[in-house]
């Protein structure tokens, strides 16, 4: 499973969070005409980790999680619950098929206004500690 996948399938399996959201949980961006509260997530950054012997197979992408809302304290609602869901987070990501993390870390929020869609939105960044094959 894609580390992706796995973040997905977490915030999809946590209840407090999909009882505020539902299953609207997209990559990259939202599908048009998309109720909310909603979710979008992307890789940001994913750099590789080199030793003498070659690639180390250690993985520490930069996934950022963006909460969408009509209003902004049920846009800070949301982001508290993927914050809770992730924050600290070790153990297999994503279930028991999901990928096994050494430790996600809460990296970096940003709160934003988009005036076109009248929609507020809160930026998260995590960096997640895994290693491939594990």
Same mark, same amino acid.
């Given at each position: 499973?894609?580390?992706?996948?796995?973040?997905? $399938?977490e915030l999809a399996t $946590?209840t407090a969070l999909t009882?505020? /959201?539902?299953?609207?949980?997209?990559? !990259?961006?939202?599908?048009?005409?998309? %109720?909310?509260?909603? !979710?979008?997530?992307?890789? !940001? @950054?994913?750099?590789?980790?080199?030793?003498? #012997?070659?690639? @180390?197979?250690?993985?520490?992408?930069? !996934?950022?999680?963006?909460? *969408? %809302?009509? $209003? *902004?304290?049920?846009? /800070?609602?949301?982001?508290?619950?993927?914050?809770?869901?992730?924050?600290? +987070?070790?153990?297999?990501?994503?279930?028991?098929? #999901?990928?096994?993390?050494?430790?996600?870390? +809460?990296?970096?929020?940003?709160?934003? +206004?988009?005036?076109? %869609?009248?929609? +507020?939105? /809160?930026?998260?960044? *995590? /960096?997640?500690?895994? *290693?491939?094959?594990?």
């Amino acid at each position: 499973m894609m580390i992706q996948e796995a973040l997905r $399938t977490e915030l999809a399996t $946590t209840t407090a969070l999909t009882a505020l /959201i539902g299953d609207r949980i997209s990559p !990259i961006r939202l599908p048009r005409k998309s %109720a909310y509260p909603a !979710i979008t997530y992307q890789l !940001i @950054s994913d750099p590789q980790w080199y030793v003498m #012997g070659g690639d @180390s197979d250690l993985n520490q992408p930069r !996934i950022q999680v963006n909460c *969408y %809302a009509k $209003t *902004y304290t049920a846009c /800070i609602a949301v982001a508290a619950q993927v914050k809770t869901a992730l924050e600290d +987070f070790t153990g297999k990501l994503g279930g028991d098929s #999901g990928v096994t993390v050494q430790h996600v870390y +809460f990296n970096d929020e940003g709160d934003n +206004f988009d005036e076109a %869609a009248d929609l +507020f939105w /809160i930026r998260h960044d *995590y /960096i997640i500690w895994y *290693y491939d094959g594990s």
